[in-house]
């Protein structure tokens, strides 16, 4: 069984928000088997910066759809898509 890299982008709802406790969030929000390997940081547009996730998966857990579920449901996350995905 092999595992799968993922960098998910979460945009956050509101320029505002704690980036650490939403990353925080994040992190507790992740399904069994999963864990992020790493987070980048990057300001798109007027204040409001986006979350780069690394996160790790093992193949047969369905790829990341888990993932961007359990991250789309945690308090102020705006949108949640994957950017690039690969195995490892």
Known sequence: MGKVAAKLKVMPNSPEIDLDALQER???SLPEGAKINGVEREEVA???TA???TVIVPDDAGGTETV???FSGVEDVESVSVENVGRI
């Open 68 to 70: 961007e579920e359990s």
């Open 46 to 48: 007027f204040g409001l």
């Open 51 to 53: 979350l780069y996730p």
């Open 26 to 28: 994040l992190e507790s």
